[in-house]
């Protein structure tokens, strides 16, 4: 069964799915991985999720703060073992719901036009194709989404 988790970008399975991830994308990104490098930091990331199955994380993804009333979806991954079993998705929708408890109205992100997998995982979640945002406006290789969230009223009492 898969269990997901909230944390924090100084969990240590997250780092360690962190490198893994980095050194996926160095591969398949080529010449402009040291382009991308630059913005996927783990720095100001306070919200992560992580998804184990018999104890061992498997997958990971965060959100961060883009602007107002917007979360940016970062350093999705799920280890080549834990493919196939949903295990991004689940990842995803608990980023979603963390971001609407927390009142934020929609997530973007960015990925990679050789990453046709998350491109894929995207769209089958609700992903629409938008222009290219921020640092990755006019980058041939980037492919930029949005999602509008349903904001989840955090109940006191």
């Given amino acids: 069964m898969i269990k997901a988790i909230r944390t924090h970008s100084g969990n240590h399975d997250f780092i360690a ?28 990331i306070g919200h992560v999720v992580l998804a184990y199955e018999d104890g061992i994380a498997l997958g990971c993804g965060a959100i961060k703060v883009y602007e107002p009333n917007v979360m940016e979806v970062k350093r999705m991954f799920t280890l080549p073992t834990g493919r196939g079993k949903g295990i991004a998705s689940r990842v995803l929708a608990e980023l979603e719901k963390w971001a609407s408890e927390m009142s934020f109205e929609k997530c973007i992100l960015e990925t990679g036009q050789k990453q046709p997998e998350a491109i894929g995982l995207y769209t089958k979640n609700g992903y629409k194709v938008i222009p290219n945002y921020g640092q990755y406006a006019g980058v041939e290789n980037s492919v930029c989404f949005e999602k509008r969230l349903e904001v989840l009223q955090n109940e006191i009492g």
């Fill in 17 to 44: 799915l962190v490198q893994l991830l980095d050194a996926e994308l160095k591969k398949r990104d080529g010449e402009d991985h040291s382009f991308y490098a630059q913005f996927n930091t783990l720095d100001h």
